[in-house]
């Protein structure tokens, strides 16, 4: 049975930094692509960056570029989203997700979407001020 927990979001001003965790509990994929989502009211779900296991790839989106690194600690089974210069713009639940993937393009991991992802976690708040 896969589980995915996130943690680690909260309030933040404007200019700090959060640090989102997501622990996989389970067998997954044995090459995948784990991504991280965001989904703020009113708006559809955005794909936010993604890791892919096989060559640890990743892939961050232009929106976020510069400011958010995705990362991934095998030994620990969980994947990180570092955050930084946060905004406004940045408020939302943050989700972590998987699929399998076996193509270190990692970006072509996001191309159909969330759907294609199999699993996900119950998301983690994320609110700047």
């Known amino acids: 049975h896969v589980q995915l927990v996130e943690s680690g979001g909260g309030s933040v001003q404007a200019g700090g930094s959060l640090k989102l965790s997501c622990l996989v509990s389970?067998?997954?994929?044995?090459?995948?692509?784990m991504g991280w989502f965001r989904q703020a009211p009113g708006k559809e779900r955005e794909a936010v960056a993604a890791?892919?296991?096989?060559?640890?790839?990743?892939y961050v989106a232009d929106s976020v570029k510069g400011r958010f690194t995705i990362s991934r600690d095998n030994a620990k089974n969980t994947l990180y989203l570092q955050m930084n210069s946060l905004n406004a713009g940045d408020t939302a639940m943050y989700y972590c997700?998987?699929?399998?993937?076996?193509?270190?393009?990692?970006?072509?991991?996001?191309?159909?979407?969330?759907?294609?992802?199999?699993?996900w976690g119950q998301g983690t708040q994320v609110t700047v001020s």
């Open positions: 997700a998987a699929r399998p993937w076996y193509n270190s393009v990692v970006s072509g991991c996001l191309d159909a979407g969330s759907v294609a992802f199999d699993y």
């Open positions: 389970g067998s997954i994929y044995y090459d995948n692509c």
């Open positions: 890791h892919y296991t096989g060559t640890a790839t990743t």
